[in-house]
T-cell receptor, first 112, second 117 residues
């Protein structure tokens, strides 16, 4: 089954404790990206990747890191999480920016 | 910079009413794509439609229709004879690919549609 998976689905953590949210797709998509969803702000792109070893900043990259060592995986790293990073995070993949995005189920992160 | 505005934060209708969700965008590129996605209460994001900047034909898919007008930079979405299952948050999105904007995808703020029985 074609899908995008994210783990964990729910995470509560404390300020400053490094965490990684994994994202994996099985559709051989080249384009992958991370979004955060906040009430009243819609979805905002954090980082995207056009292909392996090619990543670029989206609209809200501060406080986040990503890597793309393999085509199927695109982890999101929060080196020192802060409460303003409490949000719902979605990973997505597609054949390109101009194509339909396939979204993961979302990860709800709470930073206390 | 590209921007998408969905001015309607919330819309509430009664079943069988028609409803239009507005989407206005800003871009300096001549080549771009527009999208609509649906997010039902279960939370997943579901793709509805994609439109490129060179195709201004309106599209109809069952009870759904889309009106793309470059002259007003709008890509509005109409649901005819709404049903309770249409209750969801709907997002409009814009994709550019240029040297200045990179390959970003910009979403609007979303419109919460509630269809009451």
């Amino acid at each position: 089954e074609a899908q995008v998976t994210q783990n964990p689905r729910y995470l509560i953590t404390v300020t400053g404790k490094k965490l990684t949210v994994t994202c994996s797709q099985n559709m051989n998509h080249e384009y992958m990206s991370w979004y955060r969803q906040d009430p009243g702000l819609g979805l905002r792109q954090i980082y995207y990747s056009m292909n392996v070893e090619v990543t670029d900043k989206g609209d809200v990259p501060e406080g986040y890191k990503v890597s793309r060592k393999e085509k199927r995986n695109f982890p999101l790293i929060l080196e020192s999480p802060s409460p303003n990073q409490t949000s719902l995070y979605f990973c997505a993949s597609s054949f390109g920016t101009w194509n339909e995005q396939y979204f993961g189920p979302g990860t709800r992160l709470t930073v206390t | 910079a590209q921007k998408v505005t969905q001015a309607q934060t919330e819309i509430s209708v009664v079943e069988k009413e028609d409803v239009t969700l507005d989407c206005v965008y800003e871009t300096r590129d001549t080549t771009y794509y527009l999208f609509w996605y649906k997010q039902p209460p279960s939370g997943e994001l579901v793709f509805l439609i994609r439109r490129n900047s060179f195709d201004e034909q309106n599209e109809i898919s069952g009870r759904y229709s889309w009106n793309f007008q470059k002259s007003t930079s709008s890509f509005n979405f109409t649901i005819t004879a709404s049903q309770v299952v249409d209750s969801a948050v709907y997002f409009c999105a814009l994709s550019e690919a240029s040297e200045t904007s990179g390959s970003r995808l910009t979403f609007g703020e979303g419109t919460q549609l509630t269809v009451n029985p």
